[in-house]
């Protein structure tokens, strides 16, 4: 049965993820990302799930790590300082790749930073926060519902490609409160198991790069380790062939699949002069904003990136091609901003409305930023 | 199982990882042969077993041994091995680790891991030196020993393992050296069947490292000094702590029952849904 709520988007968040079929949250109290945890506390042991609270956020990656190779779909939730924590283990799970979701409600930072206000500077960490090469899956809700829809995405792209997803939110998207649909048939993707461990290899150099995974205790003996591996598991740390193997294949799996993992919404972009990109919470006023110069006779259009990684490029590049000027709206001193300019500077300039200190861009703080960059 | 064996220890394990990578006169193989007679004596079922490490020298056993096996990160492998355990209870968890991965990167783990009480049994093995990055010294490696980063010997004082971990909650905790092997198998079985966090540390020889930095370039040399300083808990108990200063407490440091981790999940789950936690639920399409 569809429900209609009206609640806040970490609880959002924490109902998606036992949609999704989570039944596993390790974690450690963070501001402003607690309710999650809070949530499932109380919702976890209602549908035979496990909640444990962790030492610290090293220790809560770590046991969700183990409780995916235990056969359990699972998930932890930090801000910042504990996403930081968490990169050791993340760069684990990427080599090993083991499914897992990891919320980041972004607050201001650097380091302890604004508790309580909302920011996007941890955009750049959820890309090249672990040491390495890795290609993460990173999606950026921005509202309630999004936050919801966004987590059971989440889970489902970490069990098709048996890889990490890091969904990230903001303090203003963790605390609002909005109306949350929830459809009774939302397509949940279940693990996939080998079907006979006769000749299994788990991390078999497969064509699509994604293999099926066994849980412990299913009689497939397999060697799980974070050293450069063969098709089997075990090391081969000193044989160049077998490191670019494996991390090429890991980083492909994402890659070719970019029609089906990236995500990105296009308004009024075929004639715009002016195109402004955003992700997150400041898509919001980004909105409001478009609308309000185009009430005044601009042609300016906007794109809403779902998922900033794996980076929509193409997209990117053929959405602003009309474009004389592209705006990036960003809650931090420029990340993602690099990005676009990367894609977009053969043919359009590109312009930075860079707002830190927690509070999100207004929508006239944007419609100004379009006047003074011009269009007509 | 294979029926015909050199060892009646190979069945057990990845004979395509062998010959393994531990040095001449290391004590990791004497522990490997202690922890499988040990898992006998407890009838333990070996196919039930998983094996989760960190890193060093000891964290490499699971690799070698034929069981599902996690090689984590350095210091983490006790909470990987508690999100294991509390994902599927019926396993029989078991961590190998080293005195540094245990005791110094993954030292809050440790503690945390032991005032849980949770289900896992810990085999840590103590040969007082970093020995994977070629001899530096460990919060174990005793006073006025030598490292590659204490030249002129270490002042630190040293961590008194299974005493911390009993301190932390422990319902089972014991030391032996790996010239008590009849001690050392009784204590892992005791581990491997008590319902709680248990820890055997093991004092063991490094002579490539920590005996040839300190004069004991043998493995006899090693294992000789080891047993003259070993005594008896229930003797050291009656001796002046200036009297034990480098000397290796073996015994029992803890022994006792309270409820353990995963238990009070399965119960709360039973309070709350009517049943037990799921068990594989990641592969169900209709949860």
């Known amino acids: 049965m569809t429900e209609e709520l009206f609640i806040q988007g970490n609880e959002a968040c924490a109902k998606g993820a036992l949609k999704a079929g989570c039944r596993l949250f390790a974690g450690y109290p963070i501001t402003p990302s607690t309710e999650v945890a809070e949530t499932l506390a109380k919702e976890l042991p209602k549908v035979g799930g496990s909640f ?18 235990g056969g359990t779909k699972s998930m932890t939730a930090t801000s910042g300082p504990g996403f930081s924590l968490m990169q050791e283990n993340i760069g684990y ?90 459809r009774d048939d939302l397509e949940i993707i279940p693990r996939v198991k080998p079907e006979s461990s006769e000749n299994y290899l788990p991390f078999r150099n497969v064509k699509n790069g994604t293999n099926p995974m066994p849980a412990f205790g299913q009689g497939f003996d397999i060697h799980v380790t974070g050293l450069t591996h063969d098709e089997r598991g075990y090391p081969d740390t000193d044989d160049p062939k077998t490191h670019e193997t494996l991390v090429k294949r890991i980083c492909d799996k994402i890659l070719n699949n970019k ?6 919404v296009a308004e009024d972009t075929e004639n715009a002069d002016i195109v402004v990109i955003s992700y997150g919470a400041p898509v919001r006023s980004m909105i409001t904003a478009v609308k309000n110069a185009q009430a005044e006779g601009k042609k300016v259009g906007y794109i809403k990136i779902n998922t900033p990684w794996p980076f929509p490029d193409e997209q990117i590049y053929e959405l602003t091609k009309s474009a004389s000027d592209v705006i990036v709206i960003e809650m931090n001193l420029g990340q ?3 990005e676009i300019d990367r894609v977009v500077k053969c043919h359009a300039n590109t312009h930075l409305i860079d707002k830190i200190g927690g509070l999100l861009p207004t929508p006239n703080e944007i419609l100004a930023k379009i006047e003074d960059v011009g269009g007509n | 199982m294979e029926q015909e064996s050199p060892n009646k220890f190979l069945p057990y394990m990845r004979k395509d990882r062998l010959p393994h990578i531990f040095c001449t006169g290391c004590g990791n193989g004497t522990i490997i042969s202690a922890f499988l007679k040990g898992m006998q004596k407890a009838e333990m079922d070996f196919e039930n ?51 540094g991965d245990a005791a110094s990167i993954g030292g809050n783990h440790l503690i945390h891991a032991a005032r849980k ?162 068990r594989y639920s990641a592969y169900m399409d209709d949860i």
């Open chain 2, 49 to 99: 077993i998983a094996m989760v490490s960190g890193i060093g020298c000891s964290s490499r056993i699971p690799g070698y041994m034929e069981c599902d096996s996690l090689h984590t990160t350095h210091g983490r492998a006790l909470s990987f091995a508690t999100g294991l355990k509390v994902s599927n209870p019926d396993l029989d968890v078991v961590v190998f680790s080293g005195d």
């Open chain 2, 117 to 278: 009480n949770i289900d896992l049994t810990v085999i840590c093995i103590n040969n007082n030196i970093y020995g994977m990055t070629g001899g530096q010294i460990s919060p174990t490696s005793p006073k006025g020993s030598i490292g590659t980063t204490a030249p002129y010997g270490t002042d630190d004082y040293p961590f008194k393992l299974a005493e911390l971990v009993a301190a932390a909650g422990a319902t089972y905790s014991a030391r032996w050296t790996t010239v008590q092997i009849d001690n050392l198998v009784g204590s892992i079985k005791k581990a491997l069947k008590n319902p709680g966090f248990s820890f055997v540390e093991v004092a063991s020889q490094c002579p490539t490292y920590f005996g040839r930095k300190n004069k004991l370039r043998t493995p006899t040399a090693m294992a000789v000094t080891m047993k003259m300083n070993t005594v008896f808990k229930s003797e050291a108990d009656r001796m002046r702590e200036k009297d034990l200063e480098g000397k290796i407490i073996v015994g029992e440091f803890a022994d006792k029952q309270r409820p353990d981790y995963t238990d009070n999940i399965q119960k709360l789950s039973e309070a709350k849904s009517g049943g037990k936690t799921l």
């Open chain 1, 259 to 264: 029609d089906d993992i990236c995500d990105i």
């Open chain 1, 93 to 182: 799970a990427f080599i090993t790749e083991t499914p897992i979701v990891i919320v980041d409600v972004q607050r201001g930072s650097p380091s302890t930073g604004q508790p309580t206000m909302a920011a996007q500077g941890d955009i750049m960490q959820a890309r090249w926060g672990s040491h390495g090469d890795y290609e993460p899956i990173v999606l950026s809700p921005s509202s309630v519902q999004e936050y919801f829809d966004f987590t059971v995405r989440a889970f489902n792209l970490a069990e098709k490609y048996r890889t990490p997803v890091f969904v990230m939110s903001d303090e203003v998207v963790g605390h609002m409160r909005e109306k949350v649909i929830i």
């Open chain 1, 52 to 69: 444990i609270q962790m030492e610290d956020e090293i220790a809560s990656a770590g046991a969700i790590i183990g409780s995916s190779w």
């Open chain 1, 336 to 338: 993602l901003y690099y």
